[in-house]
């Protein structure tokens, strides 16, 4: 099993910046492609960034400049920088951790990120 753990949101202005945090533990030996969603009121789940096969980068096209996607393997952390936050970012925010072997998604429990004046 692998658990992750989301850390960072809350609120902020818009025009500002928040860095999330996905702690990656247990069989993290047997994961790849880590990435984040999130999910606004009302609407479907979306790909926010993500890293994919090693270290090729995918982001939405709503986020680019203006997110970016790293990690620390030591830590076996992801990290996700927000800047220049708009009032539409808001929703909560997920890790993500896709299985090599046979593509089993693994999700964290959120973060919540309110953009607002």
């Known amino acids: 099993q692998v658990q992750l753990v989301e850390s960072g949101g809350g609120l902020v202005q818009p025009g500002g910046s928040l860095r999330l945090s996905c702690a990656a533990s247990?069989?993290?030996?047997?994961?790849?492609?880590m990435g984040w969603y999130r999910r606004a009121p009302g609407k479907e789940r979306e790909l926010v960034a993500a890293f994919t096969s090693g270290s090729m980068t995918n982001y939405a096209d709503s986020v680019k400049g203006r997110f970016t996607i790293s990690r620390d393997n030591a830590k076996n952390t992801v990290y996700l920088q927000m800047n220049s936050l708009k009032p539409e970012d808001t929703a909560v925010y997920y890790c993500n951790a896709r299985r090599y072997y046979d593509g089993m998604n693994y999700w964290g429990k959120g973060t919540l990120v309110t953009v607002s004046s």
């Open positions: 247990g069989n993290i030996f047997s994961i790849n492609d």
